[in-house]
């Protein structure tokens, strides 16, 4: 346990390039002047934090309107990371395209596949847009700056734009408004902060009829708010499920310690990602 986390001086790797919500959210975090680098792909973010690296990577974990970012599950299990923060980052979409382009010119558009469907209602009243997936916004962005195709254009924040020199063709696309992301800050160690109130679980289960009900029973007894639950498939395990699970707490309360070891003992394989 420690008073805070120690940002100063630390190196922190994001996922995709700058211009980026990854980007963004890092230099909210750790702020303005933080040593910061970007890499390819998630996994590679955790691989800089789990090989020494990075003392922190900054991934996208949950969207307010497209849901979870279910890969990035799946890689806090194959990783031996710990979330030991998080912060939310609002979303504002625009359309981006070369400087000489309009509206009638585009016929391909590229995002992450997340920004494409946050923007669908926007997208699809235009049949005639091809849409493809990219690793990130701003990937994309730099993209139709590289290709200089006027038929190409970008779903990326208007700061992206800016860095790259595009043109707004129509700015905030996305159908919610109140769009936000949510990114978890990862660490090798797992520290945790005396203020932390959120705790992050993954666990496997019994395939058998009501034992994830009474499972969950373990936080309700403890009088453990639950606030997230997130299921992903095991790849080795037909049809079987991994369950995530956010709720309040900290690791020194009683009730909290109570429920964990309740579920661990129910559980065939249980993990504390973090606590923050």
């Known amino acids: ?87 939310e980052l609002p979303v504002s979409h625009a359309l981006l395209g070369l400087p000489g382009a309009t509206l009638e010119d585009i016929h391909q558009v590229y995002s992450h596949p997340q920004a494409l469907m946050q923007c669908s209602q926007y997208l699809n009243s235009h049949r005639q847009w091809r849409q493809v997936s990219m690793e990130n916004t701003a990937v994309s962005a730099k993209k139709v700056l590289e290709d200089a195709d006027v038929t190409q254009a970008a779903v990326a924040s208007e700061i992206a734009g800016k860095l790259y020199g595009l043109k707004v063709l129509q700015p905030s696309i996305n159908y919610n408004k109140n769009n936000v992301t949510r990114f978890i800050i990862l660490a ?5 902060c005396k203020g932390a109130n959120k705790i992050s679980i993954c666990f496997e289960c019994a395939h058998k009829s009501g034992t994830l009900y009474n499972m969950l029973g373990n936080l309700i007894y403890n009088g453990v ?26 690791l020194s309360d009683a009730g909290v310690r109570n429920a964990l070891t309740g579920l661990a003992a129910e559980a065939s394989v249980m993990r504390i990602l973090g606590n923050y």
Not at 225 to 250: A, H, Q, T
């Open 1 to 87: 346990m420690t008073d805070s986390l120690k940002k100063e001086g630390a190196r922190i790797a994001y996922q995709g390039v700058e211009g980026s919500y990854g980007h963004g959210a890092a230099l909210k975090y750790f702020g303005q002047d933080a040593d910061v680098y970007h890499v390819k792909s998630m996994e590679d973010a955790m691989l800089e934090v789990e090989e020494g690296r990075a003392d922190f990577a900054v991934l996208p974990i949950e969207n307010s309107s497209a849901g979870a970012v279910s890969d990035n599950y799946d890689l806090l299990v194959k990783h031996n990371v710990y979330i030991v923060g998080e912060t």
């Open 188 to 192: 090798k160690d797992p520290v945790y």
């Open 225 to 250: 708010n639950m606030l997230m639950i997130e299921s992903r498939p095991i790849p080795e395990k037909s049809f079987e499920y991994r369950f995530f699970v956010d709720f309040e707490g900290n």
